[in-house]
């Protein structure tokens, strides 16, 4: 990254496309919003929120045992309630947007968590770089937050073709876990990623199925660490 262009932008240069814009047909009444006041605003809180989504970033390392070096993650839905939840109980409020910045960006304020949390079902994301001989990979766990994770809860293969993995397939379809997989660009067994479901027995057929996981080169990940990931997502949604 050390050949990556820089930008520096200061009040002078930010003046001066203010005045510059002011002789552009239709961008003047634009320009009017772009007060000093706002502009250095916009900058602090710029700089805040930044350091802010940082630290709620480093803090989900933390807590999920990833790291930033090696992987990257995502949420959305339920999982991301679940991080704004875990943030709120470590003391991280996200910065609020001053209303000249809003004014001046046209927007009602913007979030790490708007319109992205909520909801029963959540996603979360794991991405694994490549680490000398170790390939990459990635997975997704797909989650109803309304069905909890039991002691006795397993992964059901759902590529190998079996009664469990066909009830367990036939009952994701049919439940908001299917809409969700379905909004994310469902699978297949047919398909090259691999997947499981998560259920609250053995047997896919009579069990409950809390979960899903799909996996690119993650499978041992995801055997070993799924169910401590979802009854760590559960117990911050409280």
């Known amino acids: 990254m050390s050949n990556a262009t820089r930008f520096t932008v200061t ?74 939840n875990l943030a709120e109980k470590n003391g991280l409020i996200e910065p609020t947007m001053p209303p000249a910045v809003a004014n001046m960006l046209q927007t009602t304020g913007e ?46 293969d759902l590529k190998n073709g079996g009664a469990n993995a066909q009830g367990a397939l036939a009952k994701i379809k049919t439940s908001a876990l299917g809409a969700s997989l379905d909004s994310v660009g469902g699978w297949s067994p047919g398909g090259t990623a691999n997947a499981y479901a998560l259920t609250s027995g053995k047997n896919g057929g009579d069990a409950e199925v809390f979960g899903m996981v799909i996996s690119n080169n993650a499978d041992e990940y995801a055997r070993v660490n799924t169910k401590t990931i979802l009854e760590t997502i559960h117990s911050l949604l409280g």
């Open 111 to 156: 979030s790490m968590w708007t319109d992205k949390s909520g909801g029963t079902t959540g996603m979360f994301d794991i991405a694994f770089l490549p680490n000398g001989a170790e390939k990459g990979g990635n997975l997704r766990i797909l989650f109803d937050s309304s069905k909890k994770p039991g002691a006795d809860s397993s992964l059901v």
């Open 11 to 84: 009040a002078d240069s930010l003046a001066q496309a203010v005045t510059a814009a002011k002789t552009v047909p239709g961008l003047n009444a634009d320009a009017e919003r772009f007060t000093p006041e706002a502009m250095a605003a916009h900058a602090e809180w710029r700089e805040k929120h930044t350091d802010y989504t940082g630290r709620v970033r480093d803090l989900v390392d933390q807590t999920f045992g990833l790291s930033a070096d090696r992987n990257g993650w995502a949420a959305g839905g339920a999982a991301l309630t679940a991080i704004k």
